[in-house]
């Protein structure tokens, strides 16, 4: 194409004009991998926008990228700002001004084609909605849609509103409510996108459609006469009640905790009698609103600020190299180590894989083959990929085959003696500069190094089974642990596309212990008494994926049993039996339930239909009380994890409250609307925060005491994560 190039703010967005008349808008924000919704790009692409309106010689024009996605979304820096900075009206003026350009690209008397040619997510995805026609790529990677709900806010930039005249109420809604993303191939089938090509067919079929495009088709349904949304009409009883269906729907799934799924449902609905210029503007306001709870302060947070932090590995030490990663080993070929195997041939490295014998090994690799066929059929991965990945992996019962190895995770029994062994053999051929890792989930690191030869090269690297499913790794520095490994250990995690967070070395390290608390509080709970469904309920209602007793099965009561047992051999006089350590020791020694993998723990899981609380469980635990209010037994689930990281951030075992909270939410699940564990106690405030400990101390024990250290920090108002206050609006 000959023709003009034009830039538009600071070079974010390009304008061409072909020979044709027709325009191609490129978004291509320098220095930044993706492009993003900011003060910026908008004015940049409001600019290009009023040229194409302006100048007579243009006919159309198709908005697309120069990155390998479209557009992300808003720049998250830039959103968590206005969150924390803006009054409500500074905000509600944004948020309108982003609505009307794209208002005048959907009203406009020129085409506009939004050329999708990768990802395009949010307000990303919100401006290609309002475009005449959109165009995806066959790409199995590339998503669309709206994911706003996942981080607590809703779409604020037209996406309610058009998903709901676009798609119709009932399958607009589950769409929003849980923010999915959809491929090209199904947002075709949804309606969402018009068309999906080849990627290097994109910009010509963009071309054909804006030649051929009739003055009809640059009219939207919506802004045509007699205009009614597909599908269910609310004003009828049969619309009525299917609201009311979605509500409570919606409501037992997130019971509660998250407002932006409440304003979704209300958006939709009033939007829908009413024109969509005052539907937008509803949106508007809901969104305004939402950004600004602390729920949605807090997740952004989480996702925007604390998550791409670890990613960039922020807290890697500074003064060593990076050194490539070229071939490691794993000493295990069981459930962990295989899922370990398959992760890091899929990023590239080699592998060598180790058991027993060989034929243990080659277990452990029939793993990544069920795994890559899995992804074949799915179309994620190409036959010749899935052979390359396979290939990468090497089993063996041969140590020797280790020499060369960057880096060797250990993944075999979790049995101290057997783990020194395979250290041993492991250091005989590895070169001086190589680390060694260990998976283990319940022994101390500094305890395990005392078996190596170079305890300054030995460090935990804590995977969260399933392996393949889990984001985060969780780094143990042992007490010799040097900065070298540390820095091995981050680089390797981030190459395989894990979230690394780093911790010191504990009993049960950052997030076995916290999480354990959750677990033991449910057990205890049930040990004074409490009805055991009530409890769970609990659970559920506090935003854990999970309910607690529940969860002890899924675990295993057993496992939880041995891991107690061993604790009390450890630690000897100093550990402390419970209530709860003596009902988990009767369940499995007396009534030998050990679990859900059993069929039998604190839930029977008969071969036809769904689990249910064993109904002798009630029997084992003292008296029934009186049921406590349920909002009390959910404060007490969040508090009593909360109150541990804070312990372990005092103990120096967390150094970074982003870390504490991002291990939470990805690690075991916590309470996801809360940001986190310490987000929770800002949430709640650090002086009530304390008070609320020292009530749930006089009622239920001392476990709730809070320390000096905290009772310093609720006195002076620290938060965990300083901010700015929300400016009254
Ligand atoms: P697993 O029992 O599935 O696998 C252990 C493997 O080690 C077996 O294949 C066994 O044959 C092999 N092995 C035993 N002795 C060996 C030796 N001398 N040389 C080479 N291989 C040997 O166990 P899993 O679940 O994979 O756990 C492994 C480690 O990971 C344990 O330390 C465990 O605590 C830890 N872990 C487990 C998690 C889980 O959810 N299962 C989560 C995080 C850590």
Not at 362 to 380: F, I, L, S, W
Not at 408 to 436: M, N, S
Not at 588 to 615: Q, S
Not at 695 to 708: K, Q, W, Y
Request: aromatic share 6%; net charge positive; with cysteine.
């Amino acid at each position: 194409m000959t023709g003009v190039t034009l830039e538009a703010g600071s070079g974010s967005v390009m304008l061409r004009i072909g020979d044709d008349g027709i325009a191609e808008i490129v978004w291509d924000l320098p220095g930044r991998s993706v492009n993003v919704l900011n003060p910026e790009s908008l004015a940049a692409f409001a600019a290009a926008v009023d040229r194409v309106l302006g100048d007579p010689a243009i006919r159309g024009a198709i908005v697309t990228s120069a990155k390998s996605g479209f557009i992300a979304g808003a720049d998250h820096a830039w959103l968590s700002a206005l969150a924390a900075g803006a009054t409500a009206p500074e905000l509600l003026e944004t948020v309108m001004g982003v609505q009307t350009l794209f208002r005048r690209i959907e009203k406009a008397s020129k085409p506009f084609v939004a050329a999708l040619n990768g990802t395009a997510r949010a307000g990303g995805f919100e401006l290609a909605l309002a475009c005449h026609y959109r165009i995806g790529v066959d790409d199995a990677n590339a998503r669309v849609g709206l994911p706003e709900a996942t981080v607590g806010l809703m779409p604020g930039a037209g996406g309610s509103q058009r998903y709901l005249r676009m798609l119709g109420v009932m399958a607009a809604m589950p769409l929003l409510l849980e923010g999915r993303l959809l491929a090209p191939g199904d947002a075709l089938k949804a309606g969402l996108i018009d068309a999906a090509v080849p990627p290097g067919e994109l910009l010509a079929a963009a071309r054909r459609w804006i030649g051929a495009a009739k003055p009809d088709a640059l009219v939207k349904r919506w802004d045509k006469p007699g205009f009614v949304p597909p599908g269910v009409d609310p004003r009828t009883a049969q619309g009525a009640n299917a609201f009311a269906a979605a509500h409570a729907l919606q409501r037992k799934r997130s019971q509660g905790n998250y407002p932006a799924l409440d304003a979704i449902q209300q958006v939709v609905y009033q939007g829908w009698v009413v024109p969509l210029d005052v539907a937008l503007k509803l949106e508007a306001k809901y969104f305004v609103k939402i950004l600004r709870t602390p729920v949605a302060r807090a997740m952004m947070r989480t996702h925007f600020i604390s998550l791409p932090r670890a990613n960039k590995l922020a807290r890697r030490p500074v003064d060593v190299a990076e050194r490539g990663i070229a071939k490691i080993g794993v000493l295990g070929a069981g459930m962990m180590g295989a899922g370990i195997a398959h992760v890091t041939a899929a990023a590239g490295i080699a592998v060598v894989l180790i058991d027993r014998d060989q034929a243990l090994a080659a277990r452990g690799k029939d793993h990544t083959q069920r795994q890559c066929q899995a992804a074949v059929e799915k179309r994620r991965l190409t036959p010749a990929e899935a052979d390359r990945v396979l290939g990468r992996i090497t089993p063996t019962a041969d140590y020797a085959a280790l020499a060369g190895c960057d880096l060797v995770i250990e993944a075999v029994f979790e049995d101290r003696a057997l783990k020194a062994d395979v250290t041993g053999q492991a250091e005989a051929v590895l070169g001086a500069d190589a680390v060694f890792a260990s998976n283990t989930s319940t022994l101390p690191i500094s305890g395990l190094a005392a078996a190596a030869r170079r305890p300054e090269r030995f460090i935990g690297l804590h995977f969260f089974s399933p392996v393949e499913r889990m984001p985060l790794v969780e780094i143990i520095r042992g007490r010799q642990t040097g900065a070298a490994a540390l820095a091995r250990a981050m680089d390797f995690v981030r190459r395989i596309g894990k979230t690394p967070i780093v911790v010191n070395d504990t009993r049960g390290f950052y997030t076995s212990r916290v999480f354990a608390t959750y677990i033991d509080e449910g057990v205890l709970m049930l040990a004074a008494g409490i009805a055991p469904a009530l409890i769970e309920n609990a659970g559920r209602s506090a935003g854990m994926p999970v309910a607690p007793l529940a969860l002890c099965d899924e675990v295993s009561l057993e496992l939880i049993h041995k891991v107690n047992r061993q604790t009390a051999v450890d630690l000897g006089p100093a550990f402390r039996e419970t209530a709860a350590t003596r009902l988990i020791a009767r369940m499995v020694e007396r009534e030998g339930r050990i679990g859900k993998r059993a069929g039998r723990g604190f839930y029977d899981y008969p071969a036809e239909g769904r689990k249910r609380l064993w109904p002798d469980l009630a029997g084992l635990a003292g008296a029934r009380v009186p049921s406590p209010p349920i909002a009390d037994l959910k404060e007490r689930l969040l508090a009593i994890q909360a109150l541990e990281a804070a312990r372990c951030v005092e103990e120096g075992v967390i150094e970074d409250a982003g870390d504490a909270d991002i291990g939470a939410v990805l690690g075991w699940g916590f309470a996801p609307w809360t940001g986190g564990p310490l987000s929770y106690i800002d949430m709640v405030g650090p002086a009530a925060f304390v008070a609320a400990c020292e009530r749930l101390a006089a009622r239920h024990g001392e476990r709730f005491v809070p320390s000096a250290w905290l009772k310093a920090r609720g006195e002076q108002g620290d938060l965990f994560h300083p901010m700015i206050a929300t400016k009254a609006s």
